[in-house]
């Protein structure tokens, strides 16, 4: 299926978990958390999913933590989508130790 709509992303590294919100359309990709705005483009080919993600601190709250530990990262992914699910994994360019998951679920179209 084709990765459109709105989406709930449930993020994680070896350091901690987040929760936020991604929208899909046209190899776009534009979301965010309560911190953090999200800005990337994929590009997909059948179930394969592929591309990059730069998140970027909007708030300044000590105690909302970057999965990262960073204020601005950029991710480069790659994975999957079946039906109203996808699956991704990969890195941040400024911290290549920590692997990056996240699950993503649509809510609406």
Not at 60 to 84: A, K, Q, T, W, Y
């Amino acid at each position: 299926m084709l990765l459109r709509g709105l989406y709930k992303v449930e993020f994680e590294t070896p350091r901690r978990k987040g929760v936020g919100v991604l929208f899909a359309e046209n190899g776009k990709l534009r979301g965010g958390s309560s911190a953090f705005a999200y800005v990337g483009s994929f590009q997909q080919h059948g179930q394969r999913i592929s591309g990059a993600i730069k998140g970027r601190r909007h708030t300044n709250n000590p105690s909302i933590d970057s999965i990262f530990g960073l204020d601005e990262v950029r991710i480069e992914f790659h994975g999957s989508s079946i039906g109203d699910f996808a699956q991704v994994e990969g890195i941040a360019v400024e911290s290549p130790a920590l692997n990056f998951k996240a699950v993503l679920t649509r809510l609406s179209d």
